[in-house]
Each structure stands twice: as structure tokens, then as C-alpha cells.
């Protein structure tokens, strides 16, 4: 990489909507049970966005923060990884940008459902290689709950609203906080093991409202998740030229801390270096690799100097990852 055009974390915010709501509520309404959702899943509750709250309004609480942490409102284009835009046409960052006073800049939706925030520091990454941007907001942000429907027990409890963002900045390869390799794939012949049938251009209108939510084929999507995160983690260290022992934290896509233990382990990585924040936000999507580091920063797990290995996987399918160094960097 050319000096000074390598993409640098230089900011980082988090934003939960207040609302929590832990299993007992749940089973209260659907078939099911805090042991079943606890032991299958790990999460014990997650936030719920209310009506009145969009995807809009959590990624600019989110952005807002990521640039008080960055110490500067200064940014030259937003990318907003989402798959819950508030409206199918337009994207939804420009109004993100409007929202954080921003209204100008360049700004542009990155759809990759749960591996969207990676794909978004990617495209971020090349704008500041192209020399076209110096200073890029990246959100990832999404109301899932929106997606679930009520009654379906399989993708109910799973999915959390939430966002979370990073500032990055032009700077050099060698510096704490720049982006290091990246791992992006993709496999469209499997979109619909996770899929929303209706809404679409495919099928704009159907009469069977629940073509309207989510459908998951929950055990395939855990065996994909685990094979392909764990190989795509492999493919970024061997082009890093490090190995599994150098990794400090490992920061996976929070779907399921069973696919996080199992893809760990799968790697040889001691459970120590895993950050799972899943139990208190469940299955958040493009919002959920910020949101871990900004609450393994919070609570001193995730520290300067760290090596941090970042990987997701997502409906389309798509999967990827990346490496990075933590800088001093704090929520802000
Ligand atoms: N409560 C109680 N029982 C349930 C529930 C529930 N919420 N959901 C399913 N069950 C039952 C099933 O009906 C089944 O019963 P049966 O044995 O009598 O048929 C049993 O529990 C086991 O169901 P499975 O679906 O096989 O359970 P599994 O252990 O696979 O866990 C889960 C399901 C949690 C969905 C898991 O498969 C998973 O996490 N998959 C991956 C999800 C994921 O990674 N998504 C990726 C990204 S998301 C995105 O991109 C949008």
C-alpha cells in the first residue's frame, strides 16, 4: 500500500435503542424458553427498537459517537452497511449524513446483511486508497426485529436491533489501527437458506404476509457459518504472514456464541481471545462486529496493541475478514 493510503480506525461508537427485552418476555408470546434460547443461542436479551425508530436514527446516534471518539465531525463520505434501509429506494446514509449535520458529503448504502460492516470497511478502505476520500464514516446499523416475524420462534429470538461505527482515516500500513488484509466471498446459490421472499423487485406484493419476514434454515446457515468464517479467518493470517498465536481478540459476527466457540476452536483459538457480547444484544447484523468492540473496549477486554481478527458471515450467503491492530482508540 502506498504511504499515507492505508485506512486507519480512528474513531469508534456504539448506540442500543433503551428497550431490552430478555427471554422470559419472549416465551411470554411465543413457543419457547429462556434455557432453550440461553443454551442454543447464548443470548439472554436483546434491544427493541420502538415504532417510531429506524434504522435511520440508530446509525446517527452511532455515527455521532464514532466522531466524538474521533475528536473531528470532519469526514468526506459515509458508507452505512445495512440490509433494514428505512425505505427499499432511496439508500438510507444520505439521510444518515443529513442527520449528523453532513448533508454534501458522499454517502452510499453497502447491502452484505450480517457481513456488511466488513464489506463496508473494505469499500471505505478503497475509497482512501483511491485518494477519493481522507476521512470515512462507517456505520453499521439495523433494525432486524422489523424482519422477524412475531409468531416464528426460529428467527425471533435470534435477532436484536443496533448500531455501531468506526471513523477511519488515510494514514500507513505500519500504524496501530490500519486495516490489514481482507477476505471477502460470496455464494448466491445458497440465498435462500436466509431470505425475505416478498417486498423486493422479484416479488413486490404477496398475498402470504409471512413472505414479508425472515425465513432461515437455521442448522444449514451453522454449518456454512462455521466452515467458511473459520476459513476466511486462515486466509487472512497467512496473507498477514501471522499465525493463530498472534491473535489477541477475536471479534466474529455475534449470531450464535455456539457457531463463535465452534468456529474458535476450529482455528485453535483459546475461548479467552473471544469476544461475545451476543448474550445482551443478540444477532444485531452489520451492527454486530462494532458493537463487540466497543463494549470489549468498555470493559477493558479489548485493549491498544491488541491483535484483533474481525470475521462475519451473512445471508446472500457472503462471508470475510479482516485484521487490525487496536490503536488507541476509545467509544465515544
Ligand atoms: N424455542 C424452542 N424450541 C425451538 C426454537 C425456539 N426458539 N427454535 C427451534 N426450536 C426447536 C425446533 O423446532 C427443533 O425441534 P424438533 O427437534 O422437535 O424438530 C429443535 O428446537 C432444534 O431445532 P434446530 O433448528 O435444529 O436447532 P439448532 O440447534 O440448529 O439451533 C439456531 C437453531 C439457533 C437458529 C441455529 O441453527 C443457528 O444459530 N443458526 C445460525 C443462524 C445464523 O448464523 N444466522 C447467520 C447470519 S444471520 C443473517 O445474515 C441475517
Same mark, same amino acid.
Given at each position: 500500500m502506498?504511504?499515507?493510503? =492505508?485506512?486507519?480506525?480512528?474513531g469508534?461508537?456504539?448506540?442500543?435503542?433503551?428497550?431490552?427485552?430478555?427471554?422470559?418476555?419472549? #416465551?411470554? =408470546?411465543?413457543?419457547?424458553?429462556?434455557e432453550?434460547?440461553r443454551?442454543?443461542t447464548?443470548?439472554?436479551?436483546?434491544?427493541i427498537?420502538?415504532?417510531?425508530t429506524?434504522?435511520?436514527?440508530?446509525?446517527?446516534?452511532?455515527g455521532?459517537?464514532a466522531?466524538?471518539?474521533a475528536?473531528?465531525?470532519?469526514?468526506?463520505?459515509?458508507?452505512? +452497511?445495512?440490509?433494514? +434501509?428505512?425505505?427499499?429506494?432511496p439508500?438510507?446514509?444520505?439521510?444518515?449524513?443529513?442527520?449528523?449535520?453532513?448533508s454534501?458529503?458522499?454517502?452510499?448504502?453497502?447491502?452484505?446483511?450480517?457481513?456488511?460492516?466488513?464489506?463496508?470497511?473494505?469499500?471505505?478502505?478503497?475509497?482512501?486508497?483511491g485518494?477519493?476520500?481522507?476521512?470515512?464514516?462507517?456505520?453499521?446499523?439495523?433494525v432486524f426485529?422489523?424482519?422477524?416475524?412475531?409468531?416464528?420462534?426460529?428467527?425471533?429470538?435470534?435477532?436484536?436491533?443496533?448500531?455501531?461505527?468506526?471513523?477511519?482515516?488515510?494514514?500507513?500500513?505500519?500504524?496501530?489501527?490500519?486495516?490489514?488484509?481482507?477476505?471477502?466471498?460470496?455464494?448466491?446459490?445458497?440465498?435462500?437458506?436466509?431470505?425475505?421472499?416478498?417486498?423486493?423487485?422479484?416479488?413486490?406484493v =404477496?398475498?402470504?404476509?409471512?413472505?414479508?419476514?425472515?425465513?432461515?434454515?437455521?442448522?444449514?446457515?451453522?454449518?456454512?457459518?462455521? &466452515?467458511?468464517? &473459520?476459513? =476466511?479467518?486462515?486466509?487472512?493470517?497467512?496473507?498477514a504472514?501471522q499465525?493463530?498465536?498472534?491473535?489477541?481478540?477475536?471479534?466474529?459476527?455475534?449470531?450464535n456464541?455456539?457457531?463463535?466457540?465452534?468456529?474458535?476452536?476450529?482455528?485453535?483459538?483459546?475461548?479467552?481471545?473471544?469476544?461475545?457480547?451476543?448474550?445482551?444484544t443478540?444477532?444485531?447484523?452489520?451492527?454486530?462486529?462494532?458493537?463487540?468492540?466497543?463494549?470489549?473496549?468498555?470493559?477493558? #477486554?479489548?485493549?491498544?496493541g491488541?491483535?484483533?481478527?474481525?470475521?462475519?458471515?451473512?445471508?446472500?450467503?457472503?462471508?470475510?475478514?479482516?485484521?487490525?491492530?487496536?490503536?488507541?482508540?476509545k467509544?465515544?
Amino acid at each position: 500500500m502506498q504511504k499515507g493510503h =492505508s485506512a486507519v480506525v480512528a474513531g469508534l461508537g456504539a448506540w442500543l435503542p433503551p428497550r431490552v427485552v430478555d427471554n422470559d418476555e419472549l #416465551s411470554r =408470546s411465543l413457543d419457547t424458553s429462556d434455557e432453550w434460547i440461553r443454551t442454543r443461542t447464548g443470548i439472554r436479551e436483546r434491544r427493541i427498537a420502538d415504532a417510531d425508530t429506524s434504522t435511520v436514527d440508530l446509525a446517527v446516534q452511532a455515527g455521532g459517537n464514532a466522531l466524538r471518539s474521533a475528536g473531528s465531525d470532519v469526514v468526506d463520505a459515509l458508507v452505512l +452497511a445495512t440490509s433494514t +434501509a428505512d425505505q427499499l429506494c432511496p439508500a438510507s446514509a444520505p439521510q444518515v449524513a443529513s442527520g449528523l449535520g453532513l448533508s454534501g458529503i458522499a454517502a452510499f448504502d453497502v447491502n452484505a446483511v450480517c457481513s456488511g460492516f466488513l464489506y463496508a470497511l473494505a469499500t471505505a478502505g478503497g475509497l482512501i486508497a483511491g485518494g477519493i476520500a481522507n476521512r470515512v464514516l462507517v456505520i453499521g446499523a439495523d433494525v432486524f426485529s422489523r424482519l422477524c416475524d412475531p409468531e416464528d420462534r426460529s428467527t425471533l429470538p435470534i435477532f436484536g436491533d443496533g448500531a455501531g461505527a468506526v471513523v477511519l482515516r488515510a494514514g500507513d500500513a505500519d500504524e496501530p489501527g490500519a486495516l490489514g488484509p481482507i477476505d471477502l466471498h460470496s455464494d448466491g446459490e445458497l440465498a435462500d437458506l436466509l431470505i425475505v421472499p416478498a417486498g423486493g423487485a422479484r416479488q413486490r406484493v =404477496s398475498a402470504e404476509p409471512h413472505d414479508y419476514f425472515l425465513t432461515m434454515q437455521g442448522t444449514t446457515v451453522f454449518r456454512h457459518a462455521c &466452515a467458511r468464517m &473459520a476459513e =476466511s479467518a486462515r486466509t487472512v493470517l497467512e496473507r498477514a504472514g501471522q499465525d493463530v498465536a498472534d491473535v489477541d481478540r477475536f471479534v466474529g459476527h455475534q449470531a450464535n456464541l455456539r457457531i463463535l466457540q465452534a468456529t474458535a476452536k476450529q482455528l485453535g483459538l483459546p475461548e479467552d481471545r473471544v469476544v461475545a457480547n451476543i448474550a445482551r444484544t443478540g444477532n444485531t447484523s452489520a451492527a454486530s462486529i462494532p458493537l463487540a468492540l466497543a463494549d470489549a473496549c468498555e470493559d477493558g #477486554s479489548l485493549r491498544p496493541g491488541h491483535r484483533v481478527l474481525m470475521t462475519a458471515f451473512g445471508a446472500g450467503l457472503t462471508w470475510g475478514s479482516t485484521l487490525l491492530t487496536w490503536p488507541d482508540v476509545k467509544p465515544g
